[in-house]
């Protein structure tokens, strides 16, 4: 089994920066890709950022060129680091992951996932 615990969210204001982490653990080095999702309240969970082990990255259209996705394979920890931010971010952080490769976006295809971290954005 694969444990996520996501820190590091938190309030902030409209322009600011912030970074997430995701730490692994029990099989971690068995787990070739991780992801980012977020979810607002009222909305489904949404896809922001793939990464694989080797550092493959893929980033959603939203978010791309302000959200960036990284990994310390050997902490078996990924960064979500978040420029720019604007109230609409405000959601509830999640890390996902999953055993086999490839960079889905789909949040079906991953098999574990952490509890979330809320990050709040005013105006």
């Known amino acids: 089994q694969v444990q996520l615990v996501e820190s590091g969210g938190g309030v902030v204001q409209a322009g600011d920066s912030l970074r997430v982490s995701c730490a692994a653990s029990?099989?971690?080095?068995?787990?070739?890709?991780m992801a980012w999702f977020r979810q607002a309240p009222g909305k489904e969970r949404e896809f922001l950022a793939v990464?694989?082990?080797?550092?493959?990255?893929y980033a959603a259209d939203s978010v791309k060129g302000r959200f960036t996705i990284s990994r310390d394979n050997a902490k078996n920890t990924v960064y979500l680091q978040m420029n720019s931010l604007k109230p609409e971010d405000t959601a509830v952080y999640y890390c996902?992951?999953?055993?086999?490769?490839?960079?889905?976006?789909?949040?079906?295809?991953?098999?574990?996932w952490g509890q979330g971290t809320q990050v709040a954005v005013s105006s």
């Open positions: 996902a992951a999953r055993l086999g490769g490839g960079l889905p976006t789909t949040e079906s295809l991953y098999s574990y």
């Open positions: 029990g099989r971690a080095s068995s787990i070739a890709t």
């Open positions: 990464i694989s082990r080797s550092g493959e990255t």
